[in-house]
């Protein structure tokens, strides 16, 4: 008693301690009255209904004098804490992005956790006693986003078979949830969430729950899985790389004053040395360490999920055999480890259920507390096997020494018969000297009284509106956060990754986004592994290179022979001032490197300084002989040039002058790569995708063309689209020849070239995305009107699942009015004729160099046909003049 008169009790950590069974306190008081007062009111703190359904006889209540009655010491359950690696958090944070999306529906989760060191039971230190055991995850945790199962079903592991068996490791599984806000995970009714997302499978494997009321509760489901749950509620901010998060490892709980506690006459936290001695501590290791074999042998036998998604069993059965001292058995213990279900309990003696012992992994190394795992076997005894209200045996098996099993165990397992037998380490090892308890001296005998099954029913809460009979049972387990506070916690993985990986994670990060919802069809990964080809380095190649980055592609190449000059940085957005230093840097380099300094090292660019020969721009001497040197080097520039087209998935066109377009375009079309081309005028611009060869439009169905929608005949589907050079009717020729400056250079409108360039790359993602690819139609219906179309209907033989594709596009900022007219191909075109082509596969370099030193250009038009063209046309021309005339002289 204080000296201000107030009561004081023994804490219950307190009694503890002194390993008092019971909890029993002594109150001090000179008052019998305040006494007698005071008691009632710790029996009301403490009710417990085992002592009401036991009361004292009338006759000896009236005889005895009313003391309070000693209350039974409840068993402390340490829960879970949870150890998420990095690469959890990582992969579960990809995982959210690609697949995930906008779903919030549970995936599969599979945590891990490992029996408490019992050897160092006896040692441990308060601090180290009050550490939480650890469920740890990795990337072995996070199982097929795509599957959604439960415990019990078939395909509940359908991705353990890619797992590697750590069968040194006790599996939990569970559900994690990724939350779309983090107003979600604030606002969720936590409980509720917990109750409906794994009371269920909790109580399925209890039998009060099953799939169908034909099962009736006969259905055995494991408890090696179902009776360690866990779940998780995630918000992961994809832009700032935090991952917010709760976990949760759910237990059944009985409702308010029916808790699990120790048996009044039994022995609590009784370590296994001090009851069984060494010797038995090495027999139980050794039986326990048999069991787990034998279960890996049915495990690698029975190929099957129910099998193969259990590691090590977490529960199991423990039989006691004590040989006296009459056989010479000098009271050794022998023991044997059976599976926990209800099949072998109900195989067993009436005499060896009333001694079994039930075992439990313990991954606590506490004294004071036993593992969280024990209070859903516990409740699996009661509502399952209808072991409520009776005092059983259980035992906390802690041990350091539960290694992986190797297939050299198994394989010897195999050949042993004896499997049901007793377990004894021998006479050659009965030295009473010898306090070697094989690491589970600290394993814990427990006596504990099993709540009855109406224990664990809570009455109906009028709020939850629920006609099941899970509605009665609820689930604890919310992890404490750092403060020791039910929370969630938080992680940056900001640290963790390199700046490299955060950094094309954030330029992906749009893209990615895209596919939740608004473009779900996109094929992000198609266009990260596409190689780009830039011809021109300029304007239009700087704003096609910065727009190709935003759809995620990382693999471009320059060409250009150019150098910066001091008036490229204010228009072409790769290059500074210090690249025009000393002469300038060459512009494919200099391009190149830029690009890697804006989006990283993941990004593969680089510069190749080549000069395009052009038709007018002779090289080279006359006279026969050894090839000059300027020769050589144009040789080398068309083979090097053929090899890059060549290699790459597109080229994109973008050169100044309109005959350094001529070659790529011959070499495009021979080698069947699609090509996109882009060019500026004052104040209009022009971008248009160039059609494939004849022969790849041959192997394409006409039905394919037309989308199935007989829109569009065959010889109409079939028809080629032309190339940047089909409206000519001359061939190209040197465009610098006797002009002035302005002429010259490329005079044109500031804001035509990102309008272009962004164009251009639009169009040939668009065309990468249809299912004909290079191959599609242009529309049957053009929008040269100008009719504003803000959707496409998707009807289309041109449409791609981003939109129509067009042929051209042409636009002007003059009267800002944009049209998309089909150009088709033109059969004598000095560019893309099927001539032209044939004879470039044919001679090659010999035929550039013909066409480059023709002054005139009279030789390409033979080749292709435009100086027949020519003449038929001017005879038909002439033809009409004659018919002129005489309708004249009629008159």
């Not at 060459?586 to 300084?609: F, I, N, Q, R």
Request: glycine share 8%.
């Amino acid at each position: 008693k204080s000296p201000g008169g107030k009561i004081l009790c023994l804490s219950q950590s307190l009694c503890r301690r002194t390993t008092i069974s019971g909890l029993c306190v002594v109150l001090l008081t000179s008052n019998i009255k305040e006494r007698s007062q005071t008691s009632n009111e710790c029996s009301k703190k403490l009710p417990n209904k085992r002592t009401q359904l036991h009361p004292p006889s009338t006759a000896m209540a009236s005889s005895t004098p009313q003391h309070p009655q000693p209350q039974p010491q409840l068993v402390r359950f340490l829960p879970f804490r949870s150890i998420a690696e990095p690469s959890f958090w990582l992969d579960h944070n990809a995982r959210k992005l690609n697949e995930l999306r906008l779903s919030e529906e549970g995936v599969p989760l599979w945590g891990f956790f490992g029996a408490a060191n019992g050897a160092n039971a006896s040692r441990a230190t308060a601090a180290a006693a009050s550490v939480p055991p650890g469920m740890r995850f990795d990337t072995s945790s996070n199982g097929d986003a795509s599957s959604s199962t439960t415990v019990g079903s078939d395909d509940s592991d359908s991705n353990a078979a890619t797992v590697v068996r750590r069968n040194e490791w006790i599996r939990s599984y569970g559900k994690i949830h990724s939350l779309n806000t983090l107003e979600s995970l604030k606002t969720i009714n936590k409980n509720a969430f917990l109750n409906e997302a794994c009371l269920p499978s909790i109580l399925k494997c209890c039998g009060i729950q099953n799939e169908s009321n034909e099962d009736d509760g006969s259905l055995e489901y494991d408890p090696n899985i179902a009776l360690i749950p866990s779940a998780c509620l995630t918000f992961c901010n994809l832009k700032t790389n935090m991952t917010v998060y709760w976990f949760a490892f759910p237990a059944l709980t009985p409702r308010t004053g029916c808790g699990i506690a120790y048996s009044k006459n039994g022995c609590s936290n009784l370590q296994i040395v001090d009851a069984w001695g060494p010797h038995g501590c090495r027999t139980l290791s050794k039986s326990f360490h048999k069991f787990r074999v034998l279960q890996e042998k049915k495990a690698t036998m029975n190929d099957t999920h129910n099998n193969s998604r259990v590691w090590c069993p977490p529960f199991f059965m423990l039989l006691t055999n004590n040989e006296d001292d009459s056989e010479g058995g000098k009271g050794r213990i022998k023991c044997k480890c059976l599976p926990l279900n209800k099949s072998t309990y109900d195989s067993l003696s009436g005499e060896e259920k009333g001694r079994v012992i039930f075992g439990f992994v313990d991954p606590n190394n506490a004294l004071g507390a036993v593992g969280w795992t024990l209070r859903n076997l516990v409740a699996y005894l009661s509502l399952r096997w209808g072991l409520g209200g009776t005092d059983r045996k259980f035992l906390s098996y802690r041990s350091p020494f539960l290694r992986r099993i190797v297939s050299s165990e198994i394989e010897l397992m195999m050949d042993d018969n004896d499997e049901d037998s007793f377990e004894d380490v021998g006479d050659e090892d009965l030295d009473e000297n010898d306090q070697n308890d094989a690491g589970v001296g600290g394993s814990l005998l427990l006596d504990i009284a099993i709540p009855l099954a109406s224990d664990y029913q809570w009455p109906k809460s009028s709020k939850i509106n629920d006609s099941s009979d899970s509605s009665s049972y609820r689930c604890v387990g919310w992890e404490l956060n750092k403060n020791r506070k039910p929370g969630p916690r938080s992680v940056d993985l900001r640290p963790l990754v390199s700046p490299a990986h955060l950094a094309r994670q954030a330029n992906d990060l749009n893209l990615r986004l895209m596919k939740w919802r608004a473009l779900p069809q996109l094929d992000v990964e198609k266009l990260s592994q596409m190689k780009v080809l830039l011809l021109g380095a300029g304007t239009l190649g700087c704003g096609v290179a910065r727009t190709l980055l935003g759809w995620g592609v990382r693999k471009i190449t320059f060409v250009d022979s150019g150098r910066v000059s001091y008036s490229n940085p204010v228009r072409q957005s790769l290059f500074g001032v210090d690249d025009c230093k000393d002469g300038g840097k060459h512009k494919a380099v200099a391009a190149a490197e830029s690009l890697v300094t804006v989006a990283g090292p993941d990004v593969k660019s680089e510069g190749v300084v080549l000069t395009i020969p052009m038709p007018g721009h002779s090289f080279g001497k006359n006279g026969g002989g050894k090839e000059d040197p300027e020769t050589q080097a144009v040789r080398s520039d068309v083979t090097k040039l053929h090899e890059l087209i060549d290699e790459s998935d597109v080229v994109f066109l973008l050169t100044d002058t309109r005959e350094s377009r001529w070659l790529p375009t011959v070499m495009a079309l021979a080698t069947e790569t699609p090509l996109i081309n882009a060019a500026l005028g004052l104040d209009s611009w022009l971008v248009m995708r160039h059609g494939p060869p004849s022969s790849a439009l041959s192997s394409v169905r006409p039905d394919a063309m037309s989308g199935g929608t007989g829109n569009m005949s065959s010889d109409i589907a079939r028809r080629r689209l032309g190339c940047y050079f089909c409206s000519d009717v001359v061939a190209p020729e040197n465009s610098t020849r006797d002009r002035t400056l302005d002429q010259q250079c490329t005079v044109t409108r500031p804001g035509l070239a990102p309008i272009a360039a962004s164009m251009a790359t639009e169009l040939m993602v668009a065309m990468l995305h249809h299912p004909l690819g290079h191959c599609a139609p242009a529309p049957v219906f053009s929008s040269s009107s100008g009719q504003f179309a803000p959707v496409d209907n998707g009807k289309d033989p041109s449409s791609s699942s981003l939109g129509r594709l067009a042929h051209q596009i042409r636009g002007t900022v003059a009267t800002y009015t944009m049209m998309t007219p089909t150009v088709p191909a033109f059969p004598s075109c000095t560019a893309c004729s099927e001539n032209v082509v044939q004879e470039y596969r044919k001679d090659g370099f010999e035929f550039v160099k013909k066409v480059c030193c023709d002054a005139n250009g009279s030789y390409l038009e033979r080749v292709s046909g435009l100086e027949e063209f020519r003449e038929e046309a001017a005879r038909k021309m002439e033809e009409c003049l004659d018919w002129d005339d005489d309708d004249d002289d009629d008159e």
